[in-house]
């Protein structure tokens, strides 16, 4: 991977994470975290992986609520990112964060008992 590459993830991943906060409206996609972004070598793809804590939200109705937002998205991206291309978003679930938020909970109950 390019330097080019990883300053261009480190850079969207930055912006994506605030416009979710901020400018989506979509109640679907309250309380997502965005992970990490991969994108291709030639910039025309960012994979951008996101989970959540709660238990509560369904990653497929969270995924859809991403989809709908992609358009939008890359519109505010193109107006904070000097690329020559914005790249098509492809949002995928990450569940890391939410298995070792589940496996914390599991060790904080094991030490509570002992």
């Known amino acids: 991977m390019t330097r080019r590459q990883e300053k261009a993830q480190s850079l969207i991943l930055r912006e994506l994470s605030d416009l979710i906060n ?53 519109r505010e991206l193109k107006k904070v990112i000097e690329l020559r291309v914005i790249p098509e978003l492809a949002f995928n679930f990450d569940p890391s964060i939410r298995e070792g938020d589940q496996m914390l909970n599991l060790l904080r109950k094991i030490n509570k008992d002992n």
């Open 22 to 74: 901020r400018k989506v409206q979509d109640p679907r996609v309250r309380g997502v975290h965005i992970v990490s972004v991969d994108i291709s070598p030639d910039f025309h793809l960012a994979r951008v992986f996101f989970s959540t804590l709660s238990q509560d939200q369904n990653p497929d109705e969270v995924q859809k609520g991403l989809d709908s937002a992609k358009a939008f998205l890359r």
